[in-house]
């Protein structure tokens, strides 16, 4: 069954850096979203992207963070100068046209 | 604002109890609605989802759900539950055919041999 794969499993960075979160979204696939899920906490929307730009992005994602599809498979999420706050766990999914999303395994990134 | 909301943080039942775990949201234009499950350590996995037709949904690993309009809910359901359904169980809902989904805070479901 095709997977979205995401990399890395995990990433430790130092507050201030930047990092990339990398994702490898389904081949057919039109529809990609970045979510994140703070320990604890539900899970929630950060952008979605079609047809190469943002097509809806919620109050989290400001201009710390950036999204870029910058060849045919992958699709990254960067975060410009990282805050203790952005340690969570980071889901990539990508869907056709029936909403029948799937989720990444996800990225889980610790802010120090 | 959009909302879902989940009745139970946390519930704790024997292998073979029945299970349904409660969802609510709000508004009340077109949506979508689906049941994510979460294994330990694991990413997020559909279980069922409805768009339209039937309001009852029949969904992998023996769950259902049904989708009850008037009351704005989409509970999720299983006659018998397993040790191995202990999980993190989450709505969601897709507003209006927009492009995200709103999750519900999730209910964590032990099931204890």
């Known amino acids: 069954e095709p997977e979205v794969t995401q990399t890395p499993s995990h990433q430790v960075t130092q507050m201030g850096q930047e990092v990339i979160l990398r994702c490898v979204p389904i081949?057919?696939?039109?529809?990609f979203y970045w979510y994140r899920q703070i320990l604890g906490q539900k899970v929630e929307f950060l952008v979605s992207?079609?047809?190469?730009?943002?097509?809806?992005k919620s109050e989290i994602f400001d201009d710390q963070f950036s999204v870029e599809r910058p060849d045919g498979s992958n699709f990254t999420l960067k975060i410009r100068s990282t805050k203790l706050e952005d340690s969570a766990m980071y889901f990539c999914?990508?869907?056709?046209?029936?909403?029948?999303?799937?989720f990444g395994s996800g990225t889980r990134l610790t802010v120090v | 604002a959009q909302s879902v909301s989940q009745h139970n943080h946390h519930v704790i039942l024997s292998e073979a109890a029945s299970l349904e775990l409660g969802c609510n949201y709000s508004?009340?234009?077109?949506?979508?609605l689906f049941w994510y499950v979460q294994y330990p350590g694991q990413h997020l996995q559909l279980l069922l989802k409805?768009?339209?037709?039937?309001?009852l949904v029949k969904g992998i690993k023996g769950f259902e759900a049904e989708f009850i309009k008037s009351k704005f809910s989409f509970n999720l359901r299983k006659p018998s539950v397993q040790w191995s359904d202990t999980a993190e169980y989450f709505c969601?809902?897709?507003?209006?055919?927009?492009?995200?989904?709103?999750f519900g805070p999730g209910t964590r479901l032990s099931v204890l041999p």
């Open positions: 081949s057919n696939h039109l529809y």
């Open positions: 508004y009340g234009g077109t949506v979508n």
């Open positions: 969601a809902v897709n507003y209006d055919y927009g492009q995200n989904f709103v």
């Open positions: 992207f079609y047809n190469n730009e943002i097509s809806e």
């Open positions: 409805y768009f339209s037709g039937d309001p």
């Open positions: 999914a990508s869907r056709q046209e029936d909403y029948g999303y799937t």
